[in-house]
């Protein structure tokens, strides 16, 4: 049974970074994408990047040179590094994975079979 779940979530102030993780268990030897979201609305979740089974990182243009996504293979775990965060990302962070051999991933939650619970992020002073 393939589980997520996120971690590194908590209250920061203005201009911090943080590390957000995934931890993987589930998968033997299949190659998978794993994708970052965040809550937009009550159904919507916003696609922050990925990181394909090559190991390419993609983001959208918002967070491109912001965020990085990283994995450790041997931890099974994929990293989201946030720099210099505003209030404006306060949200509930979502790491979410599907099956894929492919140098390539989606952008919509649809394309993804395996959510974690999120992990809430506050930035505030």
């Known amino acids: 049974q393939v589980q997520l779940v996120e971690s590194g979530g908590g209250l920061v102030q203005p201009g911090v970074s943080l590390r957000l993780s995934c931890t993987i268990s589930g998968f033997t030897s299949e190659a998978y994408v794993i994708g970052w979201f965040r809550q937009a609305s009550e159904r919507e979740r916003d696609w922050l990047g990925c990181?394909?089974?090559?190991?390419?990182?993609k983001y959208t243009g918002s967070v491109q040179g912001r965020f990085t996504i990283s994995r450790d293979q041997a931890e099974n775990t994929v990293y989201l590094d946030m720099a210099d965060l505003q209030p404006g990302d306060t949200n509930i962070y979502y790491c979410?994975?599907?099956?894929?051999?492919?140098?390539?991933?989606?952008?919509?939650?649809?394309?993804?079979?395996?959510w974690g619970p999120g992990t809430q992020v506050t930035v505030s002073s």
């Open positions: 979410a994975a599907v099956r894929s051999p492919y140098d390539a991933c989606g952008r919509y939650r649809q394309w993804y079979d395996y």
């Open positions: 990181l394909t089974s090559a190991n390419t990182a």
